[in-house]
T-cell receptor, first 117, second 112 residues
């Protein structure tokens, strides 16, 4: 299994509070991703990173920010949590083709279940 | 734009039944195609992949063939087990794109 951990695994927070989720990898992969999973929507990309300090928005980035100061860590921050951000959040990593041909598959962490009350 | 459409679930089968989960895609060009599986309470795991037309991906008794003419990548298994109960996602990406496009997922339940 790819070495990806997410913390915390479960969190309950109140509306309006800031929340930071952490993704940590031991694979030295270049690309890291944050997704949210909601019933009826599958997985939706929030933000991704293509290197240290290099990030870009996904399809549902409003209300979220990210940071990547080290190759192994990718942080997702909800500046002021809302009930619509209650979801399961998954981190993923990818070599992005740097490891050879056809290495675009992504490997996923175990997820963080976030509840905003 | 690029998109993936999966058959709607949930799908319920008896043990040892034949499984097909349909996946079709819309894409400009020739993507790589993937099936991911998500067991209850876990993250997604790569099940199999195919990177060019007529490639067959296989793993754990599951198979899928990349059909360019029908833009499809249907998942099949000849005899399912209770342990195959999970949500299955079809996805695509392009060389250099770095992002996956997922289908909505199909929940599969296998009854003993």
């Amino acid at each position: 299994d790819a070495g990806i951990t997410q913390s915390p695994r479960h969190k309950v927070t109140e509306t309006g509070t800031p929340v930071t989720l952490r993704c940590h990898q031991t694979e030295n992969h270049r690309y890291m991703y944050w997704y949210r999973q909601d019933p009826g929507h599958g997985l939706r990309l929030i933000h991704y990173s293509y290197g240290v300090k290099d990030t870009d928005k996904g399809e549902v980035s409003d209300g979220y920010s990210v940071s990547r100061s080290k190759t192994e860590d990718f942080l997702l921050t909800l500046e002021s949590a809302t009930s619509s951000q209650t979801s399961v959040y998954f981190c993923a990593i990818s070599e992005g083709g740097s490891g050879g041909s056809n290495t675009y598959e992504q490997y996923f962490g175990p997820g963080t279940r976030l509840t905003v009350t | 734009g690029n998109s993936v459409t999966q058959m709607e679930g949930p799908v319920t089968l008896s043990e040892e039944a034949f499984l097909t989960i349909n996946c079709t895609y819309t894409a400009t060009g020739y993507p790589s195609l993937f099936w991911y599986v998500q067991y209850p309470g876990e993250g997604l795991q790569l099940l199999l992949k195919a990177t060019k037309a007529d490639d067959k991906g296989s793993n754990k008794g599951f198979e899928a063939t990349y059909r360019k003419e029908t833009t499809s990548f249907h998942l099949e298994k000849g005899s399912v087990q209770v342990s195959d109960s999970a949500v299955y996602f079809c996805a695509l990406t392009f060389w250099g794109a770095q992002k996956l496009v997922f289908g909505q997922g199909t929940r599969l339940t296998i009854n003993p």
